[in-house]
T-cell receptor
Framework: QQQVKQSPQSLIVQKGGISIINCAYE??????FPWYQQFPGKGPALLIA?????SEKKEGRFTISFNKSAKQFSLHIMDSQPGDSATYFC????????????FGAGTRLTVKP | ETGVTQTPRHLVMGMTNKKSLKCEQH?????MYWYKQSAKKPLELMFV???????ENNSVPSRFSPECPNSSHLFLHLHTLQPEDSALYLC???????????FGPGTRLTVL
């Protein structure tokens, strides 16, 4: 049962452009929404995370926008660089089971020079 | 070694073989996890251990058998696997089960 839907599956952006990846969740009990970045041959690494009490969180070029009423959140990468080329996963956790992190299917981002 | 390490990095096995995956964390964490990552699918949580005790088994087939001898080591014993079990198996650890998870590089498993 997929509780986190992520789109697009793949994304190509020119260097300097804005990359936007969207996620939607179903379980209103989720209370922690991280984004992970995964390079080939590596495991996912936490990039940025948000809790539902704020609508936006920014860290450097990376911003999470959170819409609680729509049950959606998105990752924006400003001034995208070729080094940002990776697979990005959104996730959601919380509610009844704090162990269970639900992941989106991933977005493969390619930033062209 | 720092962080979370996994061995082997690649494994090819037949359906009748028995093999084990190893995970070791050098972060002083108390919780460890096994995930399965298949192409174009969400990461699937398989098992969770907290202070060496299994706290989660996400309806994983019995051909996958986890073992956690201490808080730093986690094994996944494999036997009579199916070709559809081919995937990247990721280990992760966290301070506690509600905290940020740190992932290892994974073991790429191919079942012939």
């Amino acid at each position: 049962q997929q509780q986190v839907k992520q789109s697009p599956q793949s994304l190509i952006v020119q260097k300097g452009g804005i990359s936007i990846i969207n996620c939607a969740y179903e379980n209103t009990a989720f209370d922690y929404f991280p984004w992970y970045q995964q390079f080939p041959g590596k495991g996912p690494a936490l990039l940025i995370a948000i809790r539902p009490d704020v609508s936006e969180k920014k860290e450097g070029r990376f911003t999470i926008s959170f819409n609680k009423s729509a049950k959606q959140f998105s990752l924006h990468i400003m001034d995208s660089q070729p080094g940002d080329s990776a697979t990005y996963f959104c996730a959601a956790r919380g509610g009844y089971n704090n162990n269970d992190m639900r992941f989106g299917a991933g977005t493969r981002l390619t930033v062209k020079p | 070694e720092t962080g979370v390490t996994q061995t082997p990095r690649h494994l090819v096995m037949g359906m009748t073989n028995k093999k084990s995956l190893k995970c070791e964390q050098h972060l002083g964490h108390n919780a460890m996890y096994w995930y399965k990552q298949s192409a174009k699918k969400p990461l699937e949580l398989m098992f969770v251990y907290n202070f060496k005790e299994q706290t989660e088994n996400n309806s994983v087939p019995s051909r996958f058998s986890p073992e956690c001898p201490n808080s730093s080591h986690l094994f996944l014993h494999l036997h009579t696997l199916q070709p559809e079990d081919s995937a990247l198996y990721l280990c992760a650890s966290s301070v506690g089960t509600g905290n940020e998870q740190f992932f290892g590089p994974g073991t790429r498993l191919t079942v012939l």
